[in-house]
């Protein structure tokens, strides 16, 4: 299972917005509505912030969206604030009901 | 509130096992999946499976089958991840994630983590 293709970096100013893709599969993205976004900082564990496309679990932010189109997933960060900077992972549920990450993208809160 | 504590830092040998243990709390514990994640320096995020800590079931990636062992102790709600014949290339830190939907759901094993363990670093050198 190879993993999902996400843009090594995106940039933005505090206040605009950002949108993150996260490319597939028909084998993944594509044939489920189970892609989940994670929020890592340099150090520490990763933290949901995104679950099934465009849930979001208490606690996050509603800055935070997602979505899904085909075998291509996003996430937009509106309004963008220091504290977003960091590494960000989508993940899916796959055809052989495994899991797969995204390569990672790193945000940068100019 | 729930809570993952896995055990700490492990230098190996090429070639030798390690076993690494995460402490569950704060939840049922067999009433949700434990996932294995792993993320190698300057690298991305890697599932290596799940395990079911009522059943004891497991299901694990393709390519740690054969080398990875999943189990549990449901009598101090702690799951391990050994992982055997060591190389350079399984250096990383080690997380355990709860999975977001319990084993009832159609779901459970779909691979949402709504907790996380702090990550045991492993460290591989001769």
């Known amino acids: 299972q190879s993993a999902l293709t996400q843009p090594a970096s995106v940039s933005g100013s505090p206040g605009q917005s950002i949108t993150i893709s996260c490319t597939g599969t028909?084998?993944?993205?594509?044939?489920?509505?189970?892609v989940s976004w994670y929020q890592q900082h340099p150090g520490k564990a990763p933290k949901l912030m995104i679950f099934?496309?465009?849930n979001r679990p208490s606690g996050v932010p509603d800055r935070f969206s997602g979505s899904k189109s085909g075998n291509t997933a996003s996430l937009t960060i509106s309004g963008l604030q220091a504290e977003d900077d960091g590494d960000y992972y989508c993940?899916?549920?796959?055809?052989?009901?495994?899991?797969?990450f995204g390569t990672g993208t790193k945000v940068t809160v100019l | 509130q729930v809570q993952l504590v896995q055990s700490g830092a492990e230098v190996k040998k090429p070639g030798a096992s390690v076993k690494v243990s995460c402490k569950a709390s704060?939840?049922?514990?067999?009433?949700?999946?434990l996932h294995w994640v792993r993320q190698a320096p300057g690298q991305g995020l890697e599932w290596m499976g799940w395990?079911?800590?009522?059943?004891?079931?497991?299901s694990y990636a393709q390519k740690f089958k054969g080398w990875v062992t999943m189990t549990r102790d449901t009598s101090i709600t702690t799951a391990y991840m050994e992982l055997s014949t060591l190389t350079s290339d399984d250096a990383a830190v080690y997380y355990c994630?709860?999975?977001?939907?319990?084993?009832?759901?159609?779901?459970?094993?779909?691979?949402?983590?709504?907790?996380w363990g702090q990550g045991t670093l492993v460290t591989v050198s001769s």
């Open positions: 704060g939840y049922t514990f067999t009433d949700y999946y």
């Open positions: 993940s899916s549920y796959t055809s052989s009901s495994t899991q797969v």
């Open positions: 395990i079911n800590p009522k059943s004891g079931g497991t």
């Open positions: 994630a709860k999975s977001y939907y319990s084993n009832v759901e159609v779901a459970a094993a779909t691979g949402t983590f709504d907790y």
């Open positions: 028909t084998s993944d993205i594509g044939g489920y509505n189970y």
């Open positions: 099934d496309v465009n």
